[in-house]
């Protein structure tokens, strides 16, 4: 190859894999598709028959109020949420109680979430004291 044909054919080949300029001006969502309720926070459908709503408060606390079918709160009974949140390297785990401050349809992880922008969680859900625990399993966008 001639030499002076080098530096043209990599610069060709470095046009033909980067982006277009504009793609980097467009907004992007990860959450497209993703249900969200009323008051923010991301709904989570689970196979079990119930859904629930986890939000984060200030504190990157999770919070978590369960949903009946045209999603409005439904008051706590009996559920209870422990949890895992975070890389596998480094596990953040949880434990859920209600929020005795402002409502009394949420349950309020004891500590904060790990920092990141979308956490992995687990949860283990028992929606009745007696019921069979349900696991769910889903990534928290949290911008």
């Known amino acids: 190859m001639n030499t002076k044909l080098k530096p043209a054919a990599c610069l060709l080949l470095a046009l033909l894999i980067s982006?277009?300029?504009s793609a980097a001006d467009e907004?992007?969502?990860?959450?497209?598709?993703m249900q969200h309720g009323p008051n923010g926070?991301?709904?989570?459908?689970?196979?079990?028959?119930?859904?629930?709503?986890?939000?984060?408060d200030q504190e990157r606390r999770a919070r978590i109020v369960f949903l009946d079918r045209e999603s409005k709160a439904?008051?706590?009974?009996?559920?209870?949420?422990?949890?895992?949140?975070?890389e596998r390297s480094a596990p953040t785990r949880l434990a859920f109680a209600p929020d005795t401050?402002?409502?009394?349809?949420?349950?309020?992880?004891?500590?904060?979430l790990p920092p990141g922008a979308h956490v992995q969680m687990i949860l283990m859900i028992k929606t009745a004291p007696d019921a069979k625990a349900v696991t769910e399993r889903f990534v928290l966008h949290l911008h």
């Open 101 to 112: 401050g402002a409502r009394e349809h949420v349950l309020l992880s004891d500590r904060a």
């Open 41 to 56: 926070g991301q709904v989570i459908a689970s196979q079990a028959g119930f859904a629930f709503k986890v939000s984060v």
């Open 74 to 86: 439904v008051a706590l009974d009996g559920q209870s949420v422990t949890g895992i949140a975070g």
């Open 19 to 21: 982006p277009p300029a």
């Open 27 to 33: 907004p992007h969502h990860h959450d497209a598709g």
